[in-house]
């Protein structure tokens, strides 16, 4: 990795691709221009990277991998939400960017072996939890079932459907996908309304069961509390959140929730370290 050698130094990475996913969502394949940076950067599933923006500024956004590029070589799918991300929308391939990281703290990946695992998110929640899902995939046979369940507002709205249809097709693997508006289309079972529709046909081993969520935090406090209330242990359900992260270290304070530090103590964290906080309004 690059940090914590150099945390408040952005290096440079060139775009090698760039892709629209959707007409507000696109994907950024980098490139670390150093070549000796490139062989220390390494990252866990669940961390972020600070991309900067030349003249205008960062934004934290997780780091997806894909098993179909070489080692030094990574992405970030990124919503257009903000000023710094409508720039980001107008970059092209060949173009640079600042990266600083990988920051934060990484999805159970190897304390889930062995278990039942449900990755369960909303709208772009399935970003940060890409490198999780194909990490688990590339060792198939150290998890039990897998389940992927994507929830989005319009059928129409479905990115990655590539990496659905493969996940789909590996046994023991299932893609669930909800919508509360439009019509079911593609290979996956489809429900009408919120994630949380299918976890009542998800077939568990409750007490072995491993729970990853992003989305909306009152989709992750429904996912769960769901979970938690048919058996599965509330240590094993795991959310991640977002703030406002400007530093990513934990100094200039930005995205202090309680006594977290959301950008070095999370995002990722175990359920009952965040629930009382999430509880909170305006925390």
Same mark, same amino acid.
């Given at each position: 990795?690059?940090?914590?050698?150099?945390?408040?130094?952005?290096?440079?990475?060139?775009?090698?691709?760039?892709?629209?996913?959707?007409?507000?969502?696109?994907?950024?394949?980098?490139?670390?221009?150093?070549?000796?940076?490139?062989?220390?950067?390494?990252?866990?599933?669940?961390?972020? %990277?600070?991309?900067?923006?030349?003249?205008?500024?960062?934004?934290?956004?997780?780091?997806?991998?894909?098993?179909?590029? *070489?080692?030094?070589?990574?992405?970030?799918?990124?919503?257009?939400?903000?000023?710094?991300?409508?720039?980001?929308?107008?970059?092209?391939?060949?173009?640079?960017?600042?990266?600083?990281?990988?920051?934060?703290?990484?999805?159970?990946?190897?304390?889930?072996?062995?278990? #039942?695992?449900?990755?369960?998110?909303?709208?772009?929640? %399935?970003?940060?939890?890409?490198?999780?899902?194909?990490?688990?995939?590339?060792?198939?046979?150290?998890?039990?079932?897998?389940?992927?369940?994507?929830?989005?507002?319009?059928?129409?709205?479905?990115?990655?459907? #590539?990496?659905?249809?493969?996940? *789909?097709?590996?046994? %023991?693997?299932?893609?669930?996908?909800?919508?509360?508006?439009?019509?079911?289309?593609?290979?996956?079972?489809?429900?009408?309304?919120?994630?949380?529709?299918?976890?009542?046909?998800?077939?568990?081993?409750?007490? *072995?069961?491993?729970?990853?969520?992003?989305?909306?935090?009152?989709?992750?406090?429904?996912?769960?509390?769901?979970?938690?209330?048919?058996?599965?242990?509330?240590?094993?359900?795991?959310?991640?959140?977002?703030?406002?992260?400007?530093?990513?270290?934990?100094?200039?304070?930005?995205?202090?929730?309680?006594?977290?530090?959301?950008?070095?103590?999370?995002?990722?964290?175990?359920?009952?370290?965040?629930?009382?906080?999430?509880?909170?309004?305006?925390?």
């Amino acid at each position: 990795m690059i940090y914590p050698q150099d945390a408040y130094l952005p290096h440079e990475a060139e775009i090698i691709d760039f892709i629209d996913d959707a007409p507000d969502i696109f994907t950024l394949r980098l490139r670390l221009c150093d070549a000796d940076l490139r062989q220390k950067y390494s990252f866990k599933p669940g961390q972020f %990277n600070m991309i900067y923006l030349y003249g205008v500024g960062e934004v934290a956004i997780s780091i997806v991998n894909d098993r179909e590029f *070489n080692h030094d070589v990574f992405e970030h799918t990124i919503q257009v939400v903000g000023r710094i991300t409508q720039g980001m929308h107008q970059l092209k391939k060949g173009q640079k960017v600042g990266i600083r990281g990988p920051f934060g703290s990484s999805w159970p990946v190897g304390e889930a072996q062995g278990k #039942d695992v449900v990755i369960m998110t909303g709208g772009l929640g %399935n970003a940060p939890l890409v490198a999780a899902t194909e990490m688990m995939l590339k060792n198939r046979e150290a998890y039990g079932r897998i389940y992927v369940v994507q929830g989005v507002r319009h059928s129409e709205g479905l990115i990655y459907q #590539d990496k659905y249809t493969r996940w *789909n097709a590996i046994p %023991n693997t299932q893609v669930i996908v909800t919508a509360t508006e439009g019509e079911p289309f593609g290979p996956w079972q489809w429900y009408k309304g919120f994630v949380t529709e299918a976890v009542k046909d998800l077939k568990l081993d409750y007490q *072995n069961t491993y729970v990853m969520s992003v989305g909306p935090e009152i989709m992750m406090k429904n996912v769960a509390r769901s979970f938690i209330d048919i058996g599965v242990p509330e240590h094993q359900v795991f959310v991640s959140l977002e703030r406002s992260m400007k530093c990513a270290i934990g100094h200039c304070g930005h995205c202090q929730m309680g006594k977290e530090f959301v950008c070095k103590d999370g995002a990722v964290y175990a359920y009952p370290q965040v629930e009382k906080l999430l509880s909170i309004k305006g925390v």
